[in-house]
């Protein structure tokens, strides 16, 4: 398989990328990150940055657009739920009493996932009207053992969901009760994406593999097995293969080698590895097709969201075939959707580096944040298995994290590890939420730091 791209180009966000995604004509790219609290959107005809959606204050976990492209739900850390009217940048949002981390929608619903805020709380997921977001359906997991991370549509009253400790479930919403709860992964599973004619569907998962499931059985048919864990893995649109994404967290990448932060070309028959792009410095979190197939882009934690071409697919491959050109867009958190003029004549002086700059206050505010005073948690008593993604995805809620703020150290007898937050009310708020919080079969116990 010989994947050739003649073009690349890069947009710079305001922290780790989230997600990257494309509306279903694939006119328009939607782009959220860690810290910005907005959604950017990009045309991607004139590779121009259109505007910014601003609503949220706080991260942004996960969007979706609806098929007719009319209407987008962004899901943020501030626990709240965002709908948008594309045209019309009008939305409504609707406050939530837990963190809403994943949404699909699906004909006329669509259905929210949400993590558990504290010790006394459960994962849960909620079905609404589309239209009228109506509360249709509402279901809490029965204790704090298990966190839903991904929930899709097969039919419209049948739910594919997966869990933190490896496990998928069939779940019914007529008779209200899983139809089939079995393992599947030896660690949490990250993300699931269907094939074009929704037949199959592939998961991927920490545990550093990705399995392709028959929809008409549920039989795992292929076992992809990567090199380091999987964040997403998706279908091509055209061709019979798939591409996995992943890598090891940058806290951790000093302790163990053979990191790898390319997107990897895997056989959807046989699972065997094809080839790997390369361009990210940091773990990939997201990865997004262009419906025509030709395109596809990767969002990463080392802030950047990498437009790929593929220009060629044959039987062999041959890497000094690829070439590159940059384009990189540096988003100024404060642009309105109303492309500005003056924004445009600096694209125009800057044509030909290929290097198009947007009048930024980014790193300005990146160095302020680095120089303030940092405030620190202890977390005592954690499971020995614990990960840096683990304590990021529960702690990070509460505010923003110092970058290589997280420190985990593991000893015979206990696992501790330290946070440092930016602002002291949030490690206050961390203490408050988090001590006594169940992890596994252990109870984690927070202290908070005299700085």
């Not at 990498?306 to 990189?328: A, C, F, G, K, W």
């Amino acid at each position: 398989m010989d994947i050739t791209t003649n073009k690349v180009n890069v947009y710079r966000g305001n922290g780790f990328m989230t997600i990257s995604k494309y509306n279903k004509s694939g006119n328009l790219l939607f782009i959220a990150d860690k810290d910005s609290k907005t959604i950017t959107v990009i045309d991607t005809n004139s590779k121009t940055i259109l505007g910014n959606y601003t609503g949220h204050n706080g991260v942004i976990w996960f969007l979706y657009i609806s098929n007719d492209s009319k209407t987008m739900i962004s899901l943020s850390g501030d626990m709240s739920i965002i709908k948008w009217n594309l045209t019309s940048a009008m939305y409504k949002k609707i406050m939530v009493k837990s963190i809403p981390k994943y949404i699909n929608i699906f004909e006329n619903v669509y259905i929210v996932s949400f993590d558990p805020i504290s010790k006394k709380s459960v994962s849960s997921f909620q079905i609404f009207n589309l239209e009228t977001d109506e509360l249709l359906y509402n279901f809490e997991e029965e204790n704090n053992q298990k966190k839903i991370t991904t929930i899709n549509f097969i039919e419209i009253n049948k739910l594919f969901i997966t869990y933190d400790n490896g496990f998928y479930g069939i779940f019914d919403t007529d008779s209200k009760s899983f139809t089939k709860l079995e393992k599947l992964h030896e660690n949490s599973i990250k993300s699931v994406s269907f094939n074009k004619d929704r037949t199959k569907l592939i998961t991927s998962s920490i545990d550093k593999t990705c399995k392709i499931i028959n929809l008409s059985d549920y039989k795992c048919e292929v076992v992809i097995e990567n090199n380091v864990p999987c964040n997403y893995a998706i279908f091509s649109p055209l061709r019979n293969y798939v591409i996995v994404v992943g890598g090891i967290d940058a806290m951790l990448v000093s302790q163990k080698s053979n990191n790898d932060f390319t997107s990897r070309f895997y056989s959807g028959k046989s699972g065997k590895f094809i080839s790997s792009i390369g361009g990210h410095f940091g773990p990939i979190r997201y990865i997004s097709f262009h419906p025509n197939g030709k395109c596809f882009a990767t969002a990463g934690q080392d802030g950047l969201v990498r437009l790929n071409y593929i220009d060629n697919i044959s039987d062999t491959y041959d890497v000094s075939q690829t070439t590159t050109e940059t384009l990189q867009f540096i988003n100024d958190i404060n642009l309105p959707l109303e492309y500005e003029e003056n924004k445009q004549e600096v694209k125009e002086e800057k044509k030909e580096s290929k290097l198009y700059t947007f009048t930024s206050r980014t790193k300005h505010i990146e160095r302020e944040l680095e120089r303030r005073e940092t405030f620190g948690i202890k977390i005592s008593n954690l499971p020995s298995d614990i990960e840096y993604h683990d304590l990021t995805e529960l702690f990070e809620f509460f505010g923003r994290i110092k970058e290589r703020g997280i420190t985990i150290k593991k000893y015979a007898d206990d696992t501790i590890a330290f946070i440092n937050y930016l602002d002291k009310s949030c490690a206050e708020k961390a203490f408050s939420n988090m001590n006594g919080y169940r992890m596994g079969y252990q109870i984690i116990k927070v202290e908070v730091l005299n700085n």
